[in-house]
């Protein structure tokens, strides 16, 4: 499950991609992402729990994607974050579309 980082005002966000069998769609999730303390680590942070799900039917682009909040600590989400997310789940909306087109019921991340 690839997944990217973003930086904002000290805290690291994520946006992480997977294909959500139960639903037959794309799921893009924002989360706060979680640093690692090991110095051999690979990598630095990791998604944690998502905040913000999108889902993006690829199977009929006749359906809406859709967007669902997780927040039961009133999580606060810094404009800017809430913007890159947003240009995340568009370009998955695109390649979902472009590829249903092209006969390709899955649009790969």
């Known amino acids: 499950m690839p997944w990217e980082l973003r930086e904002h005002a000290g805290r690291y966000y994520a946006v992480l991609f997977h294909y959500a069998l139960p639903d037959d769609a794309w799921s893009v999730e924002l989360s706060e992402a979680r640093g690692i303390e090991s110095p051999e680590a690979v990598v630095t942070h990791l998604p944690g729990a998502a905040v913000l799900r999108a889902l993006v ?39 979902c579309r472009i590829s249903f087109e092209q006969g390709r019921p899955e649009a790969e991340e």
């Open 57 to 95: 039917p690829d199977e009929d682009p006749r359906l809406e994607p859709t967007i669902r909040i997780y927040s039961p600590d009133e999580h606060v989400v810094p404009y800017e974050i809430m913007r890159w997310f947003m240009k995340q789940v568009a370009d998955q909306v695109e390649r």
